[in-house]
């Protein structure tokens, strides 16, 4: 199984971003994906999640900013990130597991991780 994470690079506040999150091995559309994030010196974070009904949901910090989403037949989900700031700045991760409604995603309970891509938002 492999995640592989793009899109990442250097925005200006305000600017967007498009990260892909590319699986082999499983189907995005069995398993909850989600992106996570880790600040310099900060614990990795979720920031938002797909799960395999299509139920989405979002950190608080990137609400009505981040949107994820799920391409089936090109198994990708993607993260949309409108109006960034420069405390977005951070690797962003996707994971993928299934877990059953209700349990807790963090992250010693995902099955599987892509490696980071880097996000930084100058101000």
């Known amino acids: 199984v492999q995640l592989q994470a793009s899109g990442g690079g250097l925005v200006q506040a305000g600017g967007s971003l498009r990260l892909s999150c590319a699986a082999s091995g499983i189907s995005v559309g069995n398993y909850n994906i989600r992106w996570f994030r880790q600040a310099q010196g900060k614990e990795r974070v979720l920031v938002a999640s797909?799960?395999?009904?299509?139920?989405?949901s979002y950190a608080d910090s990137v609400k009505g900013r981040f949107t994820i989403s799920r391409d089936r037949a090109k198994n990708t989900v993607d993260l949309q990130m409108n109006s960034l700031k420069s405390e977005d700045t951070a690797v962003y991760y996707c994971?993928?597991?299934?877990?059953?409604?209700?349990?807790?995603?963090?992250?010693?309970?995902?099955?599987?991780w892509g490696a980071g891509t880097q996000v930084t938002v100058s101000s």
């Open positions: 797909i799960r395999w009904t299509s139920t989405t």
């Open positions: 994971a993928a597991d299934r877990l059953i409604r209700g349990a807790t995603p963090n992250v010693e309970a995902m099955d599987y």
